[in-house]
Structure formats: structure tokens, C-alpha cells
């Protein structure tokens, strides 16, 4: 576009021989590029908001979707360059800038390199100054739809097909939901249709095609199908035990759950539960919380939970006063009730680098709180134990203003450091990582958080690892491309294995359990009428439960777009995967007695149904071809 591409491109007036192509200020999507002869792709950034608070990752694959470039940007390099060697090829290259980006990235290639750009839907995916231009293509019988979001700068896009300049105009316009936007339908016709999009106005933009291929060009003769060639992934399992899977559960609801959520529940089989604590709310009613807990514990058997100490609908900020003093002990007595059974976190305040001020007066509070929590023995026994400081975001900082002051890990450095003996358990939230290629920076999270707490002689943390909240957005900032389909099963599945892979955490909570009217991002959707339904995540959350395992064995894996995870109870082996991209991969696996006794291999794909599949046995060597966007399982017993 002209500040996003063009303008920065051949818009300057440089000779075509000189003249290099540039897109600028992308802050989320996709750029494939192909090229018959050798280049240099370069990418430059700038910051955008808040970038001195947050690290951030580019990852530039080649046409086979192997990693053959991945830059690290740490937070004090808000500005930057980084350049890579484009080779000759028939297949694309795909340099991914994953959202949400606190910087604004100017890509630059030779014009003579084929480049289609990929936007996100609904988030947005650049910025730009207005007037710019780009092309699409739809192909002959599609349904073309052109979608557009308003998020405070473009606000009309306008198409005008190139062969009789038919024109049409989409205003964006303000909506109540983030989840909302606008869209026209294009005509369909018997023959190939080329389009120009304008942009009108200036700023963040959103646009997106569905019913057709989501890419977009500079030029009309850059249109050209997009080619990717089969993967192969590469396995080795070892014997190695690495330690226990994380105990997989949800954010529970803060009522008594209707008797007809059981079965939806029940096929989840959360292992852990994320709760609220309101204080104003047990103030009054000391036993408000006590029926849901005890049905949780006794009736789905959910022995390990965190409860966010908060004030009413949610509300973070705590204060040392009589009210929230009063409601902490209200909690106590109702944990102390449970039995003594499982282990119950409280962390005091939700997300306490986003909402309170500073860290002196969240550790005001913390100190407070945690002095009420030790001065009865009988909480300890109960199974009490302390959490903090449940951050918004953990390496990154939350979305605030001076959020390089929040960070999550600076904060629970500094509390380790102060209150240490106070505490039990490290707890953190992770959102906005909101690209599949983009979660393996769970492991990385996770990894760090073992390295703040340190580990025991036996290799464990010191301190329990909780990550009690997660999902893909914050808030009510979601896509229905994300939450309400297949994607969301993939990414999933992915945090999963990222988070687990080490052997390291404790907890993984997604949140939520149900949907709610302005929080449609459970794994359950309420249908009305006390009538339930799994999404397609819960259905992939139903999957994995099926074939979660106790123990993770080390697993070596020269994959990128397909994630691995190697688990052990007793005599069972079971690999669980996901292929998070469009192409076909080739799987071999080594390390395992073939032929696997008793081996079952399955599928998971877009239809959120389980199907049996094949895998062949040759010199000692496990092999099946993965099809794109599918989960798999694939178990046996070992000698």
C-alpha cells in the first residue's frame, strides 16, 4: 500500500530498476513471496505502542514450511532491521508478523519477487495514511464476500473490478462488539475477476476476503495461486521421563452450574479450575461460594483450582479494608470445609500489573493478605496456598500506558525477592498471542518462569507454575474466525503441547468455561432453554482429555508447523499433535519399538470428529502422512 505498500514503493518516483517493493506499517499478517531469482527480503521496525514493554518474534518459513529465519526482537530494540536470503524457488516463502505487534514493520523485496499479503480478519492488520492500493482476485464460480472492521481509522473501502470498472463501496462503521463489522458481497460470474481496493481515510485498518483466497497485491499481475509443497517432520522419543503434564481445566462460573451443563462438563473432564472471589459479595454472604466448590470438587472431581480474590463483577483493585479482610476469610472457611481434599491456590487481585497503579500498592496488599492466610495453621492444612501475582501477560507487559513498568516477570521477581517464604506458587495469565505459528513463545514463558523460581534438586520448580488463564484475545476483543471455529481447536491444541512440553507447569486453565453476552469465548455455547453445547475448542479440549497421559518424555521434533507432545502413564505411550498448517506433512517417528503393540493412530480434523487412520511399521521406523489443520493421537503399549 502507498504508506502500507505503494507509497513507499514505486509511489516514490525511483526508476522501475531501482525501485524495490515495500509494505509498510503491518502490524499482524501473512507475506508469502516467491522468486526465480536470488533476494533479499528486509525487514525494518518502529515503534508503535508500548514496544519498549514487549519482546516480539518474526519467523520467515521456506515453501516446505520449514523455520529458516526467526528473530528475536527484545523489548529495549524498538527500532530495528533484520534481512534474509530469498532463493530461487517454485513454492512460497511465508514471512509471518504475528498480532497482536506493539511495532510497525516495513518489509522490503525486489519487484520482480511475486508478494501476496495475507491480513488477519477482524483484528487489525496495518496502518496507513489513506489512498492506498492494492488487488485481489476472485475465480470463477466463488462467492466472494469483502469484510472490513472499523478500529478508529480506515472507514469505507471501496473495489472497482479492473475489466469494466463496476464499482463497490463498503462503509465501516462503529459497532457495539468488537466482534462486529461490515461486509459486502461481490457478483459472481463465470469468469476470473480482478479487483482494485482502495483504502479511504487514514489509520489502523482491517480488511479481509472470505469465500475466495484472503491475498492481496501490489500489482494485478502478482495474482498468482499460492504454492506450498508437502512438509516432512521429523520425530525421535526418547526414554527420558521430563516430569508431570500439567492438570488441563477452565474457568469455572461463579453460580451453581444448571444440572443440564453437566454433560457438557463431564466431556471437558477439567482436571484444574480458575474461580472468582468477590468480596463484597462473601462479605454479605459467607457462604455464598460453598454449594458450587463442593459440586465442582465432589461431583467432577476438580482437586487443584485458583481463586482470584476480586470485588464485584470482577472488579481487580482490592484494598486493605475491613470488606475485602472480612472476604478473604469467608473464603478461607469455605476452603477449610472442602475437607482437606486437593490443593486450593488464592492470589490476591486479578491481574495486578494491569490495574493497580504500582507494585508498592499491590505489595502493599499481597503482604497484607498473605499475613491473614499464614496466622491460622488450619488454612495450610486445608490445602491453602498462596499464588501470585496472576499477571496480566508474564514476559511481555499488560495493555496499559507505562506498561514497561508492569512487566509480569519484573513483578514477580521483585516479590520473590521481598516475600519469597510468603509463597507458594507463581501464577500468570497469557493473551494476544494470537497466531499459530506464534505459540511456541508458551514454552518460552513457561521455561522462564522455571528459571525465576529456580529448581530443586530433583529438577522441579520451587514453586508450583500456574498458568490459570489463557486465550487467544483479552477481554471481549475476539474474532468469531478464532473463537467460533476450527482455528480455535488448533491453537489450543497447540498451547497445550508448547506449555507442556518441559514437564515444568502445574496448570493450564482456559478461560472460559461457558460463553457469556459480552465474553463469547467459552468451550461451551449456551444455546438457551438450559441447553449446552461443546465449541469446536471444546471438542478438541474432548480429544486431548481422551488421550492425556501423566508424565512427559523428551521428544525431539524438527518441525515448525506441526507441535508434538510425548506423554507416559505406566506401559501407555501416546504422542499427541497438531498440524497447524495447510499442507500435507510427512511424519516419521523413531525411538519406539515398531511394530507398536496394541498402536491406534486418529484424527481430529476441521469437522471436529474423530477418525481412525493408518501408519506403517518400516525398519524400526513409525511413518503416516499428517493431513493439514488435523489433530492426531497416536498410542500403544510399551514392551
Known amino acids: 500500500m502507498k504508506r502500507l505498500m505503494l507509497l513507499l514503493s514505486l509511489g516514490l518516483g525511483l526508476s522501475a530498476q531501482a525501485a524495490p517493493m515495500r509494505w509498510a506499517d503491518i502490524r499482524d499478517g501473512s507475506l508469502y513471496l516467491q522468486t526465480d531469482r536470488p533476494d533479499t527480503l528486509t525487514v525494518r521496525w518502529v515503534p508503535a505502542w508500548q514496544a519498549d514493554a514487549n519482546e516480539e518474534r518474526l519467523y520467515l518459513l521456506d515453501g516446505n514450511g520449514n523455520l529458516k529465519g526467526e528473530r528475536l526482537i527484545s523489548a529495549s530494540e524498538t527500532r530495528g532491521k533484520q ?8 513454492a512460497s516463502y511465508r514471512l509471518e508478523i504475528p498480532g497482536y505487534s506493539f511495532r510497525r514493520y516495513t518489509i522490503e523485496h525486489d519487484e520482480h519477487t511475486v508478494a501476496l499479503f495475507a491480513p488477519a480478519k477482524v483484528h487489525f492488520s496495518a496502518e496507513t495514511r489513506g489512498g492506498d492500493e492494492l488487488y485481489f482476485k476472485v475465480a470463477p464460480g466463488e462467492h466472494a464476500v469483502l469484510a472490513g472492521k472499523f478500529h478508529g481509522g480506515i472507514n469505507a473501502l471501496q473495489a472497482q473490478r479492473v475489466s469494466d470498472n463496476k464499482q463497490l463501496s463498503l462503509a465501516l462503521k462503529p459497532h457495539r462488539a468488537y466482534w462486529q463489522f461490515d461486509q459486502v458481497a461481490l457478483p459472481v460470474t463465470q469468469d476470473e475477476q480482478v479487483w482494485r481496493l482502495r483504502l479511504q481515510g487514514s489509520g489502523k485498518v482491517a480488511f479481509w476476503l472470505d469465500g475466495t483466497a484472503n491475498l492481496f497485491a501490489q500489482k494485478p499481475q502478482q495474482l498468482k495461486p499460492l504454492r506450498e509443497n508437502d512438509g516432512q517432520t521429523r520425530l525421535t522419543l526418547h526414554k527420558e521421563m521430563l516430569g508431570p503434564t500439567p492438570n488441563l481445566g477452565i474457568y469455572l462460573p461463579y453460580v451453581l452450574p444448571p444440572q443440564s451443563s453437566f454433560a457438557a462438563l463431564d466431556a471437558l473432564k477439567p482436571q484444574a479450575g480458575t474461580y472468582y472471589s468477590f468480596v463484597d459479595v462473601t462479605a454479605q454472604n459467607p457462604h455464598h461460594e460453598d454449594a458450587f466448590r463442593q459440586l465442582y470438587q465432589n461431583r467432577f472431581g476438580i482437586s487443584q483450582d485458583l481463586t482470584l480474590l476480586a470485588g464485584s463483577q470482577r472488579q481487580a483493585d482490592l484494598r486493605a479494608d475491613t470488606q475485602s479482610n472480612a472476604g478473604l476469610d469467608a473464603w478461607l472457611a469455605a476452603t477449610r470445609a472442602l475437607g482437606g481434599t486437593g490443593t486450593h491456590y488464592i492470589a490476591f487481585a486479578d491481574e495486578p500489573n494491569l490495574n493497580y497503579p504500582s507494585y508498592a500498592d499491590y505489595q502493599a496488599i499481597f503482604n497484607s493478605m498473605a499475613r491473614q492466610v499464614r496466622s491460622d495453621p488450619a488454612n495450610a492444612k486445608a490445602g491453602v496456598r498462596i499464588a501470585m501475582p496472576a499477571t496480566s501477560r508474564f514476559v511481555n507487559g499488560p495493555f496499559a500506558d507505562n506498561a514497561v513498568d508492569k512487566r509480569g516477570i519484573d513483578w514477580a521477581r521483585r516479590l520473590l525477592a521481598e516475600s519469597g517464604e510468603q509463597i507458594d506458587a507463581l501464577a500468570w495469565h497469557e493473551w494476544m498471542i494470537r ?14 518462569a522455571a528459571e525465576l523460581v529456580g529448581l530443586d534438586t530433583k529438577g522441579r520448580p520451587r514453586k508450583a507454575l500456574l498458568l490459570d488463564q489463557t486465550n487467544l484475545s483479552s477481554g471481549s476483543s475476539l474474532s468469531p474466525y478464532d473463537q467460533e471455529t476450527h482455528f480455535a481447536s488448533l491453537w489450543w491444541t497447540s498451547v497445550v503441547i ?17 460463553d457469556e453476552p459480552t465474553y463469547p469465548k467459552g468451550m461451551v455455547r449456551v444455546l438457551g432453554g438450559d441447553r449446552f453445547e461443546l465449541k469446536p475448542v471444546g471438542l478438541a479440549q474432548q480429544f486431548i482429555q481422551q488421550h492425556w497421559l501423566k508424565n512427559v518424555m523428551r521428544l525431539d521434533n524438527d518441525a515448525f508447523e506441526v507441535d508434538v507432545l510425548a506423554m507416559a ?15 500435507l506433512q510427512r511424519v516419521d517417528l523413531g525411538g519406539a519399538t515398531c511394530p507398536l503393540a496394541k498402536g491406534t493412530l486418529v484424527y481430529f480434523g476441521a469437522d471436529s470428529r474423530s477418525r481412525s487412520a493408518q501408519f506403517n511399521c518400516h525398519d524400526g521406523r513409525v511413518s503416516f502422512d499428517l493431513p493439514g489443520e488435523t489433530l492426531f493421537a497416536l498410542s500403544w503399549s510399551a514392551s
Open 83 to 90: 534481512s534474509w536470503p530469498l532463493a530461487p524457488n517454485a
Open 435 to 448: 497466531d499459530l505459528l506464534a505459540t511456541r513463545v508458551y514454552r518460552d514463558s513457561v521455561r522462564r
Open 498 to 514: 508448547n506449555s507442556a512440553q518441559d514437564g515444568l507447569l502445574d496448570m493450564l486453565n482456559w478461560f472460559q468455561a461457558a
Open 569 to 583: 502413564t505406566e506401559r501407555q505411550r501416546s504422542l499427541l499433535g497438531v498440524n497447524k498448517g495447510v499442507r
